[in-house]
Nanobody, 125 residues
């Protein structure tokens, strides 16, 4: 069982930046693609970004492309989500996820094996 723990959420103003971190309890996740999802109040969970097991092939939702950046430090089993130019519509609980395989680019969430418990990001206007 892999435990994922997110951190770095908080309350910021529109235009600010935040960096979310996701730490894994086991190095097993270093062989898996990792992803970030978010869920706003009253809305379904949606894909945000993903990165392959080796730290390449980043993919992004259109709504965050050019503002968010996903990266990973395999040595520490940590995944990051750098969020710039935040907007009020980015307000959501952000979840870290480990995919079942080495590559994941969004889509079918049945390909996600582990989920974190989430960290809240609130962007005020």
């Amino acid at each position: 069982q892999v435990q994922l723990v997110e951190s770095g959420g908080g309350l910021v103003q529109a235009g600010d930046s935040l960096r979310l971190s996701c730490s894994s309890s086991r190095r097993t996740s270093s062989n898996n693609a990792m992803a970030w999802f978010r869920q706003a109040p009253g809305r379904e969970r949606e894909f945000v970004a993903a990165i392959s097991w080796a730290g390449g092939s980043p993919t992004y939702a259109d709504s965050v492309k050019d503002r968010f950046s996903v990266s990973r430090a395999r040595a520490s089993s940590t995944v990051y989500l750098q969020m710039n130019s935040l907007k009020p519509e980015d307000t959501a609980t952000y979840y870290c996820a480990a995919a079942r395989g080495p590559y994941y680019s969004g889509g079918d969430v049945s390909n996600i094996q582990y989920w974190g418990k989430g960290t809240l990001v609130t962007v005020s206007s």
